[in-house]
């Protein structure tokens, strides 16, 4: 029963350590495309343009290796 328990606590933990690394990225792309629906709300093209400006800002942080 034990070592059950340990390796549920090994687990878990494995699995916050995932969610830590997954976290941030996760939260830039949920901003950036509630961001772009929102400027489609008021004007539709303004949606691509936004979502647009912020793949190549966000492309652009990848090359010169930003976080």
Known sequence: MNQYLQALQRGAAEVR?????VAPDSLLVGG???ISYGAWMI????????G????????????????
């Open 32 to 34: 950036a495309a509630a």
């Open 17 to 21: 350590a995932a969610l830590v690394r």
């Open 43 to 50: 004007y539709p093209p303004a949606g691509f343009i936004v």
């Open 52 to 67: 647009g400006l912020l793949s190549i800002s966000g492309g652009v942080l990848l090359i010169r290796g930003g976080q």
